[in-house]
């Protein structure tokens, strides 16, 4: 189990881009910032080995203590570096998989300064290169989990079926949200049903699919799932190209910042005119999490239960 870390031990500090805080359920990074670490660190960690690997945090290995970790890591070659859901999954040799989160602010940077701060776990790499899990908030998890079965019956509990899966779609969208009475944006991220969505993504793709986020889930039309269905890829797909967005401490394995945050469409948009009928972008709370909306583009639903 992936051991949950108590409040009480968050580092107050904050990262040295003195950005806003945030709240603990903040969803960054979602899917298209961890797609955009594999994808920049896939070529440079596949068949590489894996020579040495210190774990600097306890808590981020948590409850498998640190030595015991070493040494289920150590000497093992990459075949595969994949990501599923929000987890990415470094392949090793012999079906032995390490499983990470990078939560709130974790990051893993490819051969970084020396005086990086905020590591807590340093992979040294059998061509002298080295990558840093760095975390100022100290949320992200490593875990060992050994045989396909065992990773697959891990996943199975905790993600639902991902966007990019060829059998994602409006007739997937149906089922999961048939007879349900929550909101359509909380539905959305809910990790179980589907993978990948936090915050930023539901507002956009709820945006693009003209749908008020507030909306009952098991009301909305066939219609409104066929259009949600594509809005869904086409939000994460605008935020992969970017390179993610950073909103708090996100960067990709060089250390670049994303640059999707320049493009949201409503997501921190308050006031500013939507972009398909200028109305001003409206913020409400919606199971708790700040969303964003336009009043004349995402009408709320009327009619009876479908
Ligand atoms: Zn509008």
Not at 197 to 222: C, Q, T, V
Request: proline letters at 7%; charged letters at 25%; hydrophobic letters at 35%.
């Amino acid at each position: 189990m992936i051991s949950e870390v108590p409040i009480s031990l968050l580092i107050p500090e904050r990262h040295e881009a003195g950005l806003a805080f945030t709240c603990l359920t903040c969803c960054v990074p979602e899917l298209p910032e961890v797609e955009t670490v594999r994808r920049k660190l896939a070529p440079r960690v596949e068949g590489r080995v894996i020579a040495q690997i210190s774990v600097l945090d306890p808590l981020w290995s948590a409850p498998q203590p640190t030595g015991h970790f070493e040494d289920l890591i150590a000497g093992r070659r990459v075949e595969r570096f994949s990501r599923r859901g929000k987890y990415l999954v470094l392949e090793l040799e012999n079906e032995r998989f390490l499983v990470m989160h990078l939560r709130m602010t974790g990051t893993l940077l490819y051969d970084p300064l020396p005086d990086t701060r905020y590591s807590r776990v340093e992979f040294n790499l059998d061509d002298g290169t080295r990558i840093l899990f760095c975390d100022p908030r100290r949320f992200g998890t490593g875990l060992v989990i050994d045989g396909k079965l065992a990773l697959a019956a891990y996943f199975s509990v905790r993600l639902g079926l991902e966007p990019f899966d060829d059998q994602f779609g409006p007739g997937y969208l149906a089922e999961q949200t048939e007879g349900r009475k929550v909101a359509i944006k909380s539905l959305l991220l809910d990790q179980k049903r589907i993978a990948g969505i936090g915050n930023i993504y539901a507002d956009e793709a709820l945006f693009r699919a003209g749908i008020h986020p507030e909306s009952e889930a098991g009301r909305l039309s066939p219609d409104a799932l066929s259009r949600l269905a594509p809005a869904i890829v086409d939000a994460l797909t605008a935020g992969i190209d970017a390179g993610g967005a950073t909103i708090d401490d996100f960067r990709d394995p060089d250390g670049a910042w994303g640059s999707y945050q320049s493009e949201f469409l409503v997501h921190r948009r308050e006031g500013l005119p939507c972009p398909d009928c200028e109305t001003p972008i409206s913020k409400m709370k919606v199971g708790g999490r700040g969303t964003y909306w336009c009043k004349s583009c995402q009408k709320p639903l009327r009619g009876r239960r479908r």
